[in-house]
């Protein structure tokens, strides 16, 4: 009797033992899903590149990773979500290309709707909701306030604008051009780690959102100087890069104009692609490092970390 229940214990610890691994084996197997939107670039002078499935080849966090789709973003069907941001801080000399500015808004192409906000306390104050009419947005734009420090830090705003994006329509390609000289109040002199900087990169990775920035210097004695211009112009850089735009300046001193910026801008606009994958998933929705290769030697813009949202199970379809 005695063995004979010994045995049966053993049996039944046994049955529980096999009925947990597969938990466990499937929650180091599950896959996980992302998307990212790339931008391929033109040569010099040429028109930009033909890019398909076959020319890439994609690490999720060190490792070679499954490309599922490979879709070009273009026609009107293919929605853009764009809000142009300008420092409230930066010199009234900017009114000198508000022109410049309008004419870029009002000559975007139909699908892009658009709005405009001015960086403030930390705040991106937008005038406006998305919109497809471009010349009611146009109609929006002033001359800054002009006021030194009005806007502590351009990192704080598109932080709060990432984590507040104006629109629910998660099928539009979120993209911000950022129009300010980067300073960083609360951490004045460069510094790679900032921690506002790395907040708004995480908040905008998360977000989906593509940044570009246009340098314009900001009121006040300390944006003159070469320590704000190297301090602000390599953070908005460190910001665009990792998030797969781009940055535009002029040395230290402020373009004479806008136009060819934004003309760079609408070409990149117009050869985005969105690309699907597989990798696997930890349990969490988190970034993993993004490292994208075309063996044909096209130049690309890619953000550097994507989220892996929950997919398949298993390598099953989920």
């Not at 004979?4 to 009925?19: D, H, K, Q, R």
């Not at 351009?154 to 300010?180: G, I, Q």
């Not at 692609?273 to 490092?289: K, Q, V």
């Amino acid at each position: 009797m005695k063995n004979t229940a010994f045995a049966i214990a053993v049996t039944a610890v046994a049955g529980c033992l096999m009925t947990t691994v597969p938990a466990f084996a499937s929650s180091e197997n599950q896959q996980g899903q992302g998307q990212a939107v790339i931008t391929v670039l033109p040569a010099k002078n040429a028109a930009p590149a033909t890019v398909s499935q076959q020319d890439l080849a994609l690490k999720v966090n060190g490792k070679a990773t499954d490309i599922t789709g490979f879709e070009p973003l273009q026609g009107p069907n293919s929605r853009v979500e764009l809000v142009i941001m300008i420092d409230d801080g930066a010199r009234a000399s900017l009114g000198n290309q508000m022109s410049d500015i309008a004419n870029f808004i009002k000559t975007l192409p139909p699908n892009t709707a658009v709005t405009l906000g001015y960086m403030q306390n930390g705040q991106t104050q937008l005038t406006g909701p998305f919109t497809t009419n471009h010349e009611q947005v146009a109609n929006t734009l002033r001359i800054t306030n002009g006021i030194r420090g009005i806007n502590g830090s351009p990192y704080f705003c598109l932080s709060s604008l990432a984590k507040n994006w104006p629109s629910h329509d998660t099928d539009a390609r979120r993209e911000v051009v950022m129009v300010t000289d980067g300073v960083d109040y609360y951490e004045p002199y460069y510094n790679p780690d900032d921690p506002y900087v790395l907040a708004a990169i995480n908040d905008a990775t998360r977000a989906h959102v593509i940044v570009y920035s246009i340098y314009w210097t900001n009121t006040g004695r300390f944006d003159r100087t070469m320590l704000a211009n190297y301090a602000g112009q390599n953070l908005l850089q460190e910001v665009t890069d990792a998030t797969g735009g781009n940055s535009y300046w002029l040395g230290m001193g402020n373009p004479v104009t806008l136009v060819p910026y934004f003309d760079d801008i609408k070409q990149r606009l117009n050869h985005q692609y969105e690309l699907s994958f597989m990798a696997p998933f930890n349990g969490r929705y988190d970034l993993a490092n993004f490292r994208l290769k075309v063996n044909n030697g096209t130049r690309i813009a890619a953000p550097q970390q994507v989220v892996v949202a929950p997919g398949s199970t298993g390598g099953g379809e989920q």
